[in-house]
């Protein structure tokens, strides 16, 4: 039985970040720069499956206006690859309508910018952050990083509950885990790698590799984003992760380490 996934990290675009925003520590004179990326994993049996979607160029026409506006403001936005993350599918030989799934870590919108662009694709969210989005104003929603103009109208239908432990294909493959506090009901995914190491994609759990590797939060100007204790008991939880399992790669949507600026990104198997 193959239970072991090809993963390749793809991203459409980045914005920048002052260092210390993002790390405890940090310096204030160095920029990070972060890309949105997606993860497509592709199994024998499961097929091709998203972890993410990136930002697409709908980021922007959906930051045209007020209030939106100010998220594109706040986030300045680089698209590298003009038709999103389906662009850079279709350019690897894979047509956007053979992703048959997709895991959506939280619903903030450099993580589902392109979920339109897979209309047959069954989505998997946590309920927690499905039920967060509903009924939100447009500043609520705007405080909480969400464009509700990116969510597909028929989402409710194609959606399908994951939580803790979740054992998403059945057999074993790949499996959830809950990493609330940057935003609600976000969760990772853990599954291995065809080279025989297990992999946990962790969303943003945290931004950089070094904060779950010295358990460093991001400096407290982030805190109104975030649920705190939620956030620490994530972040504390990966790094237990990290030191109880050397071999274990953990993959932060947005860590230079995973996809280095104008580079390939690492990380593949
Ligand atoms: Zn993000």
Redesign the pocket.
Known sequence: MNTTWRWSVLSDGWTEAHEAVAIAGGSWRKKVRFH?TAVLLEHARHGRVLFDTGYSPRFFAETARWPYRAYRQVTPVTLTEPRGILGVLERRGVPAGTVQHIIVSHW?A??VGGLRDYPQAQLHTCRAAWDSLQGLSRFAALLQAVLPGLIPEDAARRLHWISEGTDVFGDGSLTVLELPGHAVGQIGVRFLAEDGRPVLLA??ACWLSAAYRENRLPHPVTRFLHDWPAYRRSLDRLHRLHLAEPELRIIP??CPEIYPADSSPRGES
Do not use: L, R, V
């Open positions: 949105a903030h450099d993580h969303a943003d949507s947005h």
